[in-house]
């Protein structure tokens, strides 16, 4: 029976604007949505207010630009700058009267341009602001300790001082704490005061822990307690504000972040926020504000709030009182106590976070109209030490977000690179019937390095993990008179109107939308249901991390929460969304949640597959401990001569065999797949089948590709144009279909099955543009004449006699040159040295440092930002001469190097440095930065295909 969730869900979806679900022919709805995408599938943009500085004139130019670029909107988010940049001078307090005027202005403006607003809720992150008191704000525990002696019977009562609260955290900042008169802070409560025997060797058992709160005195700080024989310790345990303010905030926001755990904390805070919105904005719901946005969580010491007392016993079934001395004290109890206790405790956190911050944004939000996205929970572990389970915590929310990087990782001792997090996202998405899966994209410190060309293989790699919304990190505002490139945050992609490329960016959005629209619209498809245990807090790690598949196979991650409502049908899992997996893999543990066992149970006997090492031990539940019946159920599961039975192995490295056990054969497959060249992700419309395909290599591939699922008529969608081309040869046998794929380096591909039957041929042959026999290439030789402007007007042209690099000349202005600059040549073609009845020529630009705009005979070809760099001209072509124009865009970054180098002020930016390519998380001055290769760098041919039948 589907939940209420999933029928409001339901016509929620059916409303949506081009959904497929509304329309009676989803093939049709799909093909349309590809070639042109709509709004809610386009890219946005992190649009940086730096330091509150911000020109509302230019606020509606950048708007006007981001249209024009086919961005749908954007996450306005105010941030501060770091210390050592003193050129971005500090504007008005972030929700000052000044800085709503701003955000009303770019609010209205989208609206006009019928584009989507986010608004971050504090300038910088954690949550929180100027305007949040020390109730509301994030809370620590402190403590004295006093030790009493044998000798002392406490007849007169003793002190226990108030604790002291360091002025400074770990890194010698002040921390943001109000304080009274009496010299203690603004607000603290008591929380309790403990004693237990001061032994000088060997742990303490919590039992012998005793609450002596009611015998002490707050008001006198005395504690008047008879205390047994013996030497004794006593804590008084106080929780009062953590002084932990914004991580960067513009220099007249800075303020304390919320409690996070606190759901009156979260009240006051948004409707602080939407009550200011709604006195410049009106009704919120008929703006072009659409969502709230939270950032990271990236609190730091020890974590409490008022209510996790109570919390701790509902969630726990037991007090914490007797073990609160152990959040100091890791050794004082043994060490399964300490470890149960802190599991619970984190437990406990995580569901106050979850149930306190995003379920009460989300409802806060929601009642506005308006939706929450949010790297819930994170970027967690092993990043940040979150205390949340993140997949629940990001299936509370509207739409989750992730984040990756380009050219810049952080790896852990295992090989993860845990500033990649995608696929953890997108299965919280799926498992929570979550439609959007948004991604922060395209976080750097190479700054001016790249272009689209050098972003797209890292957006295919988060497409395969099964992103469908790109979130670009970020737009730099900037005001008028920041000269070029301008200023920029110090960390992303400087995704403006500043770029070189900018004005020919718009291909490369409309690709991030096409893909992001099949995805939005689809369901995706796996094999395999990968449960990543019950610690917390816990990590799912990028696509083929912590586990692994096998190659040809893909897989989703789940949760307890998730799993528990797990059942079986026809002998597969299927979970409350619909979504149905062949087999069920376990995360390695030793111990095991008795609820997951017995789900376990339950599933293995009415036919599930289960994968997974036995537990050593039953953990606790609600503070009880195992029953014999407990262990008992699980060697019984893992009783191998039982079937059936949880299947047991030594290594989950290779599940060849179990696949071949239930007769289930790869979904994707290739002549040699172990080596990883191809990846990919499988989605499901009905009837219809979408595999996206990417070349994860620098070299062209040629496959001939199988597909399990692939029954009816296969077809290549170019994600590139929107094109839609019939495969005219492929072979079907066996249960898969086979279809020849070629790929030019990093490049992708879609291929789609729709319903019906068409020519097939028992030998599929691959045309491929680096085959010689079916291809003759003919380079256009000579000087070309170039422009150092983006226009061939004039006479101040240079005569370049062979295409290289602009680097390689002598002379500065073409060796640091920064910009568009333009070829021309006029070059003859006979038309009667080729004869080919049956193919196509085309126009191949070799290699293009990094945006190419491409004119023929006057024909408007397109823009080239991506290899092959090849443009169908066989209708254009004509015989005698032919005028090619192409303008090519570079990066500022030559620029930058021959201005440090020189002393020329033709540029201006806060950058100082940057890492480069090679010499990860080094930051290199701008003078040293190796230049970077620039304009058409290898021959332009003529290529005639000749088709194969």
């Given amino acids: 029976m589907r939940s209420l969730f999933s029928v409001l869900f339901c016509a929620l979806f059916l409303s949506l604007p081009g959904s497929v679900a509304a329309q009676s022919d989803p093939y049709s709805a799909l093909a349309d949505g590809f070639k042109n995408p709509p709004v809610q599938a386009r890219p946005k943009v992190y649009w940086w207010w730096l330091n509150g500085q911000v020109d509302n004139r230019r606020l509606i130019e950048e708007i006007g630009e981001m249209k024009k670029a086919g961005i749908a909107g954007f996450d306005i988010f105010e941030i501060g700058v770091p210390p050592s940049d003193t050129m971005v001078a500090a504007g008005p307090a972030f929700f000052s009267d000044e800085s709503l005027h701003s955000i009303q202005i770019a609010i209205e403006e989208a609206g006009r341009q019928q584009m989507e607003v986010g608004l971050n809720m504090a300038s910088s992150w954690n949550a929180g602001g100027s305007w949040v008191n020390s109730r509301y704000a994030a809370k620590s525990i402190y403590r004295t300790e006093v030790r009493l002696s044998a000798s002392n019977e406490a007849s007169t009562g003793v002190k226990l001082p108030f604790p002291e609260i360091p ?170 106590q300490t470890q149960q206790f802190l599991a619970d ?72 690179d845990i500033l990649r997090v995608v696929k953890e996202v997108s299965a919280a998405s799926h498992i929570y019937g979550r439609p959007v899966v948004e991604e922060e994209a395209f976080t750097t410190f190479q700054h001016w390095q790249e272009a689209p060309a050098d972003m797209k293989p890292l957006a295919d790699q988060a497409f395969c993990e099964g992103m469908n919304r790109v979130v670009v990190h970020g737009f730099t505002h900037n005001p008028e008179g920041s000269g070029l490139p301008g200023i920029v945050y110090h960390a992303g992609t400087h995704y403006n109107d500043k770029r070189v490329w900018w004005p020919m960016v718009r291909p490369f959005n409309d690709y991030l939308a096409r ?24 990590y799912g790690g990028h696509k083929n991390s912590r586990f692994t598949a096998g190659a040809g196979y893909d897989y989703e991650i789940v949760n307890t929460d998730v799993l528990l409502q797990a059942t079986t049908e026809k002998g597969e899992i299927l ?17 095991m949640n008795p609820q997951v066992l017995q789900k376990l149970s339950d599933l293995v006997d009415k036919g599930a597959v289960v994968l997974g090492e036995k537990p050593m031990a039953i953990a606790n539940l609600k503070g009880k401990s195992p029953t014999k019946s407990d262990y008992q159920l699980r060697d ?31 979904d994707f497959s290739y002549a040699g797949q172990s080596m990883g060249e191809l990846d990919f992700i499988h989605y499901q419309k009905g009837d219809l089948a979408f595999y996206f395909i990417r070349n994860t290599s620098n070299q062209w591939v040629s496959k001939r590709c199988s597909f399990r699922n692939g029954t009816g008529t296969p077809e290549l969608w170019n994600p590139l144009n929107g094109e839609i081309e019939p495969v005219t040869d492929y072979l079907v046998e066996a249960g898969k279909t086979t279809v020849p794929i070629d790929l030019a380096p990093f490049a992708s591909s879609l291929v789609v099955f729709k319903p019906g039957n068409g020519a097939k041929s028992s030998d599929a042959k691959i045309l491929s543009s680096n085959h010689s026999e079916n291809i003759r290439r003919i380079e256009i030789e000579g000087a070309w004449q170039l422009f150092l402007t983006d226009t061939c007007e004039g006479t101040d042209w240079i005569v370049w006699p062979k295409l290289k690099s602009w680097t390689s000349s002598d002379v500065d202005s073409i060796k640091y040159y920064s910009g568009i600059a333009t070829y021309r040549k006029v070059f003859q073609h006979d038309i009667n040295s080729i004869n080919i009845a049956d193919g196509k020529i085309y126009l191949d630009l070799g290699k293009v440092e990094k945006i190419a705009d491409v004119w023929l005979n006057g024909v408007h070809l397109g823009i080239s930002w991506t290899a092959p760099y090849q443009f169908d001209i066989s209708e254009v072509l004509k015989a005698g001469d032919n005028e090619l124009i192409v303008k090519v865009a570079n990066t500022w970054s030559n620029r930058l190097t021959g201005d440090a180098l020189s002393g020329r002020q033709t540029t201006s930016t806060n950058i100082e440095a940057t890492h480069v390519k090679g010499l990860n998380k080094i930051y290199i001055p701008w003078a040293e930065v190796p230049l970077l290769d620039s304009g058409l760098t290898s021959p332009v041919s003529l290529l005639f295909k000749e088709q194969i039948e």
């Fill in 575 to 591: 979970l409350p969304t619909g979504s149905k997996f062949k087999l069920l893999v376990l995360q390695d543990s030793p111990s």
């Fill in 636 to 666: 019984k599961l893992w009783d191998q001569s039982r079937k059936p039975s949880v299947l047991e192995r030594s290594s989950r490295a290779d599940l060849t065999d179990i696949y071949a056990s239930i007769g289930l054969a790869p």
């Fill in 167 to 336: 002025k400074r955290d770990s890194k010698g900042s002040l921390k943001l704490i109000k304080y009274g008169a009496d010299g203690k802070p603004e607000y603290y409560s008591e929380v309790a005061v403990v004693a237990y025997p001061d032994r000088k060797t060997g742990a303490i058992r919590p039992e012998e822990v005793i609450d002596v709160t009611a015998f002490f005195n707050a008001e006198s700080e005395m504690l008047n307690w008879a205390k047994p024989k013996g030497d004794w310790v006593v804590q008084r345990f106080v929780c009062s504000v953590s002084g932990e303010q914004l991580k960067m905030p513009s220099q007249n926001s800075k303020g304390p972040i919320i409690d996070h755990f606190d759901a009156e904390a979260t009240d006051f805070h948004f409707n602080y926020m939407l009550g200011r919105l709604e006195q410049v904005l009106g009704n919120l719901q008929q703006s072009a504000l659409k969502s709230l946005y939270l950032a990271s969580y990236e609190a730091t010491g020890n974590v409490w709030t008022p209510s996790l007392p109570a919390k701790f016993t509902e969630v726990n079934d037991y007090e914490l009182t007797s073990y609160l001395p152990a959040l100091f004290d890791a050794n004082l109890f043994d060490d399964q």
């Fill in 515 to 538: 893909l992001s629209y099949l995805f939005q619209q689809t369901e995706f498809c796996a094999d395999v249901l990968y449960y990543y245990g019950d610690e917390i807090p816990n």
């Fill in 345 to 416: 405790f984190k437990r406990t956190l995580s569901e106050l976070m979850i149930s306190n911050f995003y379920r009460e944004a989300k409802k806060i939000a929601n009642a506005h109209g308006l939706e929450i996205n949010s790297e819930a929970g994170g970027p967690g572990l092993p990043l940040h030490n979150v205390p949340v389970d993140p997949l629940k915590a990001l299936g509370a929310l509207d739409r989750p977000r992730g984040e990756f990087w380009i050219n810049h990782n952080r790896l852990n001792a295992d090989g993860i």
